[in-house]
């Protein structure tokens, strides 16, 4: 096809003036238009702009020595999580979720605490599972402005604001208070005078084990032998030679799982050439795992788990936590109890979301300051599963007071928190239960100064309360 062209010598006609005048009128009217829908519509107007979302990241042992517990937990996070988006969301948006694993080791720890903070922009962390990966991880976290909820880690020396510099909070109580509780156990309870302890070599074992032999020793007992072990070893032959070497009533050990099996195994297996070995266990928190009851009994190990006995944190008693077991059971379309810190897992994302509300930002320093705020005071109470009654009261200007699936959750200066403890055993059937419900109103946290008058007072009520509230585990 050929271009038309004008006539040789016509010049092209300009469009009438007046045309061109009702262009410019039209385009300005269009611009006016756009401009006032923008405003209308909040586009230039910060205080009616979209929140942004609330990035909240999950640290926890999904593998490693403490993989019987990190998935459970980390189910506790969803489940809190699918509740608040369903019921609204945090400040108008859906909380994201992103997942990593600690492995139970400190470099994986510190390293996934990077990719959560510089990959996935987290608002907060809720971990690491263990107290070790915590302090790797802390400093990274603080300096990020991202404050740190674990469930888990219990080491005494995470009550520090020089290592925190009050970015680290805990769901679950201290050491110094676990501390206590099994040494008044073994020694007013069980009436042992010579134990030995065990501990893994990291701020927890060595932690816990410290405070129980501060504990014990100011009771009138004795520790003779404090036998740290590697973690990471296949063989504990020499540790158990020097453990049992001084012939103690009693061995408490403060492990995870994954040196416990091993650890348990060679113990079971040189029973027979080493008669003094045969002695009661009393473990910690971090080996109440049905799933490791079940290992050390079956036939390859031979363990007589009846006789264990151990001391952890526990959910008090109440329709709060019943209600919080059921959340979960039916979310997870499981019969299935929550395992150990599954509940603190739970309560920790709530109060993330809790204090960013409060907030009205997700800024992590936003979110740090108001963490103490949501935990305790007078406020309207909010219970699991209850974000609607948190949006309403804090959009009235209101207070709240979060009651947790853990219990109170009352965070200090340091970010602790108190609670009670359970003493469990393992029953005819070779289920975990409870023997014994420690109130936190008997519990003191451990002094080097307390005078023996004090320790006696502290004693005699422990015996008391225990004593009055032995019942079966409810779970």
């Not at 065990?198 to 501060?214: A, E, K, P, Q």
């Not at 300051?369 to 200007?397: E, F, Y």
């Amino acid at each position: 096809m050929e271009e038309q062209q004008a006539p040789s010598g016509a010049a092209p006609k300009a469009a009438p003036k007046s045309r061109a005048v009702w262009i410019a009128v039209a385009v300005i009217v269009v611009i006016i238009v756009v401009v006032l829908a923008a405003v209308l519509g909040g586009v230039f107007n910060p205080a009616t702009q979209a929140k942004p979302a609330l990035r909240i990241g999950t640290l926890l042992s999904i593998t490693g020595a403490l993989s019987q517990y990190g998935p459970g937990d980390t189910q506790g996070a969803y489940l809190a999580v699918h509740q608040i988006n369903a019921a609204g969301g945090v400040l108008g948006q859906p909380i994201q979720l992103f997942t990593e694993d600690d492995q139970t080791d400190q470099t994986a720890a510190a390293a996934a605490t990077t990719k959560l903070i510089t990959q996935n922009h987290v608002n907060a962390i809720v971990g690491a599972q263990f107290s070790g990966g915590t302090i790797a991880s802390i400093g990274i976290a603080q300096a990020a402005g991202v404050p740190m909820v674990s469930p888990s880690a219990t080491s005494p020396a995470l009550s520090n604001l020089t290592l925190t510099g009050g970015y680290f909070f805990r769901t679950a109580p201290s050491d110094a208070l676990q501390g206590v509780v099994a040494a008044n156990y073994l020694y007013t309870n069980l009436s042992y005078r010579y134990v030995n302890l065990v501990g893994r070599d990291d701020s927890y074992g060595r932690g816990l084990v410290g405070v129980i032999n501060t504990k014990f020793t100011a009771l009138g007992g004795h520790v003779n032998t404090t036998v740290i072990i590697n973690p990471k070893a296949t063989t504990f032959q020499t540790d158990l030679q020097n453990l049992f070497s001084t012939n103690p009533q009693a061995v408490y050990f403060a492990g995870f799982p994954g040196e416990g099996l091993i650890l348990m195994s060679q113990w079971q297996a040189g029973l027979s050439t080493n008669s003094g070995w045969n002695r009661p266990w009393v473990f910690s928190e971090g080996l109440d795992s049905q799933a490791f009851m079940d290992q050390l009994r079956a036939s390859s190990v031979g363990v007589d788990v009846t006789k264990i006995k151990g001391t952890a944190p526990v959910s008090p008693f109440g329709a709060i936590h019943d209600i919080f077991v059921a959340q979960y059971k039916a979310a997870t379309t499981t019969t299935a109890t929550p395992v150990l810190y599954t509940d603190y897992t739970y309560d920790a994302v709530y109060l993330i979301a809790l204090a960013a509300q409060k907030a009205g930002s997700v800024d992590g320093t936003a979110i740090k300051a108001n963490l103490p705020v949501v935990s305790k005071g007078s406020g309207t109470v909010i219970t699991p599963g209850n974000w609607t009654r948190a949006l309403t009261t804090i959009a009235s200007g209101g207070s709240v007071n979060w009651e947790g699936a853990a219990g109170s959750e009352d965070f200090d200066a340091n970010g602790d928190v108190r609670g009670p403890y359970e003493v469990w055993g393992v029953n005819s059937t070779f289920q975990i239960v409870r023997l014994a419900f420690i109130p936190e109103s008997s519990i003191t946290a451990p002094s080097l100064t307390m005078s023996s008058q004090m320790v006696t007072r502290i004693s005699s009520g422990f015996v008391e309360k225990v004593q009055a509230a032995v019942v079966s585990r409810q779970y």
